[in-house]
T-cell receptor, first 110, second 117 residues
Framework: KQEVTQIPAALSVPEGENLVLNCSFT??????LQWFRQDPGKGLTSLLL???SQREQTSGRLNASLDKSSGRSTLYIAASQPGDSATYLC?????????WGAGTKLIIKP | EAQVTQNPRYLITVTGKKLTVTCSQN?????MSWYRQDPGLGLRQIYY???????DKGDVPEGYKVSRKEKRNFPLILESPSPNQTSLYFC????????????????FGPGTRLTVL
């Protein structure tokens, strides 16, 4: 059964730093992996989608990588800003379902 | 505007009183699903639907029902709610669960916070 883990559960860094969020999964048979952002009391915003055949995707200051064989994905945030503060979730698409990690709560200190 | 809508956004109810949470999408998506989000557990899928009149159980279907009579709507029904169904619920849709590149991104509604007393 697919399991998705995100480490760390929480992260606090000063503004301007580059940072990496981690996502690992147990079964490499996936269709794709998606990174989401969740703000308190709000819904989920899709950030990046990486297909199983891809190695990385970029959007602005965000870069997501995927290493299917090792069951890992990273979300790199460059030049962090206070507005990046949110919970970041990764979800693996396998067998008609999204399997979710519990998220990393990110706080960017001004 | 392409979107997934859910109603109500907030609901407080009592044990045993039947309720329905509506979900609608205007993107002509085939695939729709319901998730619940609980602290420390992440999101878990309740039910999903591959197309009209096709539904299937996710990881935590007990205590829930769904129907897919029209492509755009996918209501979640709690026949006899219990306090352990207090949660934040999300509806999502995508063009298809698999499929061509760029077509299987999932879009989420704003969430429904349900409290069962």
């Amino acid at each position: 059964k697919q399991e998705v883990t995100q480490i760390p559960a929480a992260l606090s860094v000063p503004e301007g730093e580059n940072l990496v969020l981690n996502c690992s999964f147990t079964d490499s048979a996936i269709y794709n992996l998606q990174w989401f952002r969740q703000d308190p009391g709000k819904g989920l915003t899709s950030l990046l989608l990486i297909q199983s055949s891809q190695r990385e995707q970029t959007s602005g200051r965000l870069n997501a990588s995927l290493d299917k064989s090792s069951g890992r994905s990273t979300l790199y945030i460059a030049a962090s800003q206070p507005g990046d503060s949110a919970t970041y979730l990764c979800a693996v698409n396998s067998n008609y379902q999204l399997i979710w990690g519990a998220g990393t709560k990110l706080i960017i200190k001004p | 505007e392409a979107q997934v809508t859910q109603n109500p956004r907030y609901l407080i109810t009592v044990t045993g009183k039947k309720l329905t949470v509506t979900c609608s999408q205007n993107m002509n998506h085939e695939y729709m699903s319901w998730y619940r989000q609980d602290p420390g557990l992440g999101l878990r899928q309740i039910y999903y639907s591959m197309n009209v009149e096709v539904t299937d159980k996710g990881d935590v279907p007990e205590g829930y029902k769904v129907s897919r009579k029209e492509k755009r709507n996918f209501p979640l029904i709690l026949e006899s709610p219990s306090p352990n169904q207090t949660s934040l619920y999300f509806c999502a849709s995508s063009l298809s669960p698999q499929g061509q590149v760029r077509y299987n991104e999932q879009f989420f509604g704003p969430g429904t916070r349900l409290t069962v007393l």
